[in-house]
Nanobody
Framework: QVQLVESGGGLVQAGGSLRLSCVAS????????MAWHRQAPGKQRESVAQ???????DYLDSVKGRFTISRDNAKNTVYLQMNSLKPEDTGVYYC??????WGQGTQVTVSS
């Protein structure tokens, strides 16, 4: 079992930036893909960004060029740097490990 704890969410104006962190309770090196998902009110959860063990990344089209996912295996941590935030980025952001383990989520609210 792995516990994931997200942090870094908050309230920001449109155009601002936030950096989310997700710390795992044990080594993530062997777990493969780590990802960030989000769920806006009244909408289904969607994948925002994912990163493989060797650093290959993939992004939701609407966040390409604005969001950057990275991982630090030594610190058991994955990050999501979010720039040029838009109101439509508002939602609860969840960390996911190997499509099995989920964090509790962190709220991101972008005001217009």
């Amino acid at each position: 079992q792995v516990q994931l704890v997200e942090s870094g969410g908050g309230l920001v104006q449109a155009g601002g930036s936030l950096r989310l962190s997700c710390v795992a309770s044990r080594s993530i090196f062997s777990f493969g893909i780590m990802a960030w998902h989000r769920q806006a009110p009244g909408k289904q959860r969607e994948s925002v960004a994912q990163i493989t063990i060797d650093g290959r990344t993939d992004y939701l089209d609407s966040v390409k060029g604005r969001f950057t996912i990275s991982r630090d295996n030594a610190k058991n941590t994955v990050y999501l740097q979010m720039n040029s935030l838009k109101p439509e980025d508002t939602g609860v952001y969840y960390c996911n490990l190997a499509s099995k383990f989920w964090g509790q989520g962190t709220q991101v609210t972008v005001s217009s």
